[in-house]
Each structure stands twice: as C-alpha cells, then as structure tokens.
C-alpha cells in the first residue's frame, strides 16, 4: 500500500471507486448487448436505423390519423343515409297511403254518382221536376267532376311531397357508395 493511501485514509475511497468501475463496466455491456439486440430487430424488419424507425413510424401514425379521419366521415355518411331511408320508408307509406286514397276516391265517386243518379231519377220521376233527367244527369256529372279534380289535386300534392322525399333518400346511398369508391 502507498503510504500516501495509508496516511489520508484514501483505501476505503479507492474501494468504493473500484466496485463502481465494476459496476460502471458491467452496465455498459448490459447497454451494448441491448444495442446490439435493438440493431438486429431493426436488420429483421428491413431498416438500417433508428431514425428510420421513427420516420417509418411517424409515418404509420399519419396513416392512422387519416383513416381515422375517414372512418368518422364515412359513420357520417352511414346516419344520413340511415336517415334517407327513415324518409324514404316514410315517403313510401305516403305513396301507399296516396294510392289508397285515391282507391278510396274513385270509389267513392262511383258511388256519389250512381247514388246522385238514383236520387235524381227519383225525384224527377215523383216530384216532375222542371229539368229533365238529362239535365240533371248533366249537372250530377259536372258535380262529381269537380269532386274529383278536387281530390285528384290534393292527390297530386300529396304525391309531389312523397316523391320528393322518395328522391331525397334514394340519393342518400349513392352518395354513400360515391363516397366509398
């Protein structure tokens, strides 16, 4: 032992260097075989180095946030065309119920003029009204005439509605499908 080690007390310091040497050693093995197991992860997957692992996955963020982005418009895309179909189902029960109406209607006129024809053909024959019953024929049809372009303009109202909400949610999915292409 120096005696410069013995008079200053410095082997205990010296000691404490040596084993944190050892240990500084031994780390920086750890640390070069955790290099060297990082580099052939990197050779495996087909790239030469880290900064390239990070551009490739900068990269594959920027991919994600794009579909992500896509994903949002097309659910977007998804509820309205959901919601043209709620209004085409509605504008379908429209037409039907159109339709209906005016099975309804012309019914309804054949049984207002044959009733209106009955009933005028009874009073002529009881009462000898002074209009013949050609006349009165004549003004049965024109009532019923009118009653029924009446009831065939409020059907075509109805039926314009329809169809427009009928359009309206036909196109809803072929924007969907434009929108997917």
């Known amino acids: 032992m120096p005696l410069c080690s013995v008079f200053f007390r410095t082997e205990r310091y010296q000691r404490i260097e040596e084993a944190l040497t050892k240990e500084a050693q ?8 955790e290099r060297e197991r990082a580099e052939g992860i990197l050779r495996s997957e087909g ?5 390239e692992l990070r551009t490739r996955l900068s990269a594959l963020f920027e991919e994600i946030r794009r579909q992500d982005e896509i994903l949002l418009e097309l659910e977007k895309v ?10 085409g189902a509605a504008a379908q029960q429209k037409l039907s119920a159109r339709d209906a109406a005016q099975s309804d209607l012309r019914k309804s006129a054949n049984r207002q003029s044959l009733s209106a024809t009955f009933v005028c053909a009874r009073h002529v ?15 049965d049809a024109l009532n019923t005439e009118r009653t029924r372009r009446e009831a065939y ?9 329809a169809k427009t ?5 036909v196109e809803c999915p072929k924007a969907g499908r434009i929108l997917r292409r």
């Not at 031994?26 to 075989?33: G, H, I, K, T, Y």
């Not at 998804?78 to 209004?87: F, W």
């Not at 024959?125 to 003004?139: A, F, G, L, M």
Request: a negative charge.
């Open 78 to 87: 998804q509820e309205d065309c959901a919601a043209g179909a709620r209004r």
């Open 125 to 139: 024959h009881s009462v000898h009204s002074r209009c013949s019953t050609k006349e009165r024929s004549y003004i």
């Open 26 to 33: 031994q780390l920086e093995r750890m640390a070069q075989a």
């Open 165 to 169: 909400e009928h359009d309206a949610s």
């Open 47 to 51: 790239m030469a180095s880290l900064d």
């Open 153 to 161: 303009a409020s059907a075509e109202k109805d039926c314009a509605a």
